[in-house]
């Protein structure tokens, strides 16, 4: 049988403005196309460090498989490495459908004074938005306003913090700095809060909230590296096992 092809990595280029590489990483991801199979190719951890994420991310590049939401964040993460000016963090919905619960997670990003997002969905306007927002809360009303097209009602929104740009850092991705509860909350309160977010997010003075923690190592402020081996037993459970 005929071995289908393979898209090519993109590649930035200095011509290129930023909004046009964001578009060159999001063609690609559309090119290993949304997978609708029902089998996960890829398994994403949520509490592994970013450097193992970055691992997967190369094998989704290596394999050209078919991706869901989680898979395009972290791929997402990993194409825009490198690009200080672009800052990356992930935006997370919970949605009521039909007397069902949903979960999407997308790629939100920040450059240049505006926001926009990269990611993967069934639905063409729930995955990646121009970089043309001017406030975090215009393009979180934007996805709202595309869930009610399918009749969906957004329950919860979390927003996660910037995601270094370092591809060895053993820091987890923080998923959910802020929750909204945004079915119980007005709308010019969601915008209150989201923007007081967006502005401290802007000038760096947030910190890992250490959900998967102790209360004890919350209050221990700087290191990471201890919550990280109490969060993620994996393979890689203690450095210092190597030495």
């Not at 964040?73 to 949903?102: A, C, D, M, W």
């Not at 993967?120 to 306007?125: A, I």
Request: aromatic share 10%.
């Amino acid at each position: 049988c005929v071995q289908p092809s393979v898209p090519p990595v993109p590649n930035y280029k200095l011509s290129m403005s930023i909004p046009e590489w964001l578009q060159a990483i999001q063609t690609y991801m559309k090119m290993l196309q949304y997978n609708h199979t029902g089998t996960q190719f890829f398994e994403i951890r949520k509490t592994r460090p970013l450097s193992g994420l970055m691992e997967t991310a190369k094998e989704m590049t290596r394999e050209s498989l078919p991706i869901k939401c989680l898979e395009a964040v972290i791929l997402g993460i990993y194409l825009t490495n490198g690009q200080p000016s672009v800052e990356r963090f992930p935006i997370s919905f919970k949605t009521h459908f039909s007397g069902n619960y949903f979960h999407h997670v997308v790629l939100g990003i920040y450059c240049n004074g505006r926001y926009g997002s990269l990611g993967m969905s069934r639905r063409s306007d729930l995955m990646d938005k121009p970089l043309t927002y001017r406030t975090l809360s215009d393009l979180i009303f934007e996805f709202e306003d595309s869930y009610k097209k399918y009749l969906h009602s957004v329950k919860k929104v979390k927003i996660g913090l910037y995601v270094p740009h370092e591809p060895h850092s053993f820091q987890p991705i923080e998923w959910k700095q802020l929750v909204l509860n945004v079915s119980k909350m007005m709308h010019t309160e969601v915008k209150k809060e989201l923007e007081k977010f967006a502005r401290d997010m802007r000038m760096k003075i947030l910190k890992p909230s250490s959900a998967h923690s102790p209360m004890k190592e919350r209050s221990r402020g700087k290191s990471l590296s201890p919550r990280r081996r109490q969060a993620s037993p994996q393979r890689r459970t203690c450095r210092r096992d190597k030495s």
